[in-house]
């Protein structure tokens, strides 16, 4: 307790080693970084960083004052890149960056809002049945799963208890979560993803919390009609593909129940699983690359979402632009000549991102089964591939 005769020390305004970051952060290292260490600092090549730089600045640029010279937009890019690359807290990132964890929680989720608005048009929904159709070609040629037009998925990302939130964001699993929907391309691109939604919602509901769902549900997709599939008179609409976490429908298809399963439900789950496994690596690759996902996010829960989406944007970003960021061994591989599956190398790290549980659901004679039961047929007819029994003794399903 200070005397009351003796005046208090004033703290010093900023800490003296906060004012040297010209001298002392991160910055003056990356200078002199090669080419594969500059990719692994901040999880993209020198080439995307200034391209993605130039689209920021006019977004993050701040004017110096009389008191303090302002952080560049490329410091502001920097230190965000590397927050959502290492995962590490705004406290420990005040060491390399040389900048107060006061100022990098407001700075990195503006800077995340600015990626996302700069980048938001490379996570991209067909609009027209013309583009649906090009999509589905795509599913059809590299996967071999016809008249799919997307795969489905959702994963819980651990959050920080928001205050006076109760249990809203608790999930059966045991922590604080929201939970970050996507649907996918055959090239693991994401065309649509929702984020925020509450994580104590049961995990088979999750799709009905997204404008996708209600958008599917009132033909607003522009999806094509149902048509033919290839040399038949099997007449199928065009579908999502999703794991058993989700309730089959006419436009999501789902894999039969294990139990009883017959050799021709088989084949269709090892179709299915062929082509829904582009969501998984996807999933897999963002939080390899995004190591922010690895564990609890420790923000202001308004800015998780902006954290997000900036990653699912730049996945897409760097899957368009950097021949480095997905590589063949980091992805689930068959080979179809050799009867051989190896997985990627993404699973060999702890990802964070927490899958949505499987749900029990009986067979019922719905539109969803009497759909899925014609793609069996056709999978196990006209529709089927020479390697696909070779396959199914060597490919989890």
Known sequence: MVPPNQKRKRRTWVKNWLMKRHELSHMNVMRHLEADEFRNFLRMDSECFEELLNMVTPLIQKQDTVMRESISPRERLTVTLRFLATGQSYEDLKFS?????????????????????????????????????DNAKMFEDKWNFDHCVGAIDGKHISIEKPPESGSSFYNYKGFFSI??????????????VHTGINGSVSDGGVIQHTSLYNKLMTNELNLPPPCTLQGTYISVPYTFLGHSAFSINRHIMKPYPFKNITHEKRIFNYRLSRARRVVENAFGILAARFRIFRQRISVKIDNVDKIVLACCASHNYLRTKSKSYMIKKRVDAENIH??????????????????????????????????????????????RVSFQEDMLRVVPT
């Open 97 to 133: 960056a040389v900048i107060s964890p006061q100022l990098m929680s407001t700075m990195i989720p503006e800077t995340c809002s600015a990626i996302y608005k700069c980048l938001k048009h490379f996570i991209k929904m067909p609009r027209t049945q013309s583009e649906w159709k």
């Open 179 to 192: 939970v970050l929907f996507g649907v996918v391309n055959a090239n693991y691109e994401f065309m649509y």
């Open 338 to 383: 050799n009867s051989t599956f190896r997985l990627g190398d993404w699973r060999e790290e702890t990802t964070g991102l927490v899958s949505l549980s499987q749900i029990s659901e009986k067979e019922r004679n719905n539109e969803g089964n009497i759909v899925r039961n014609k793609f069996t047929t056709y999978f196990n007819g006209q529709g």
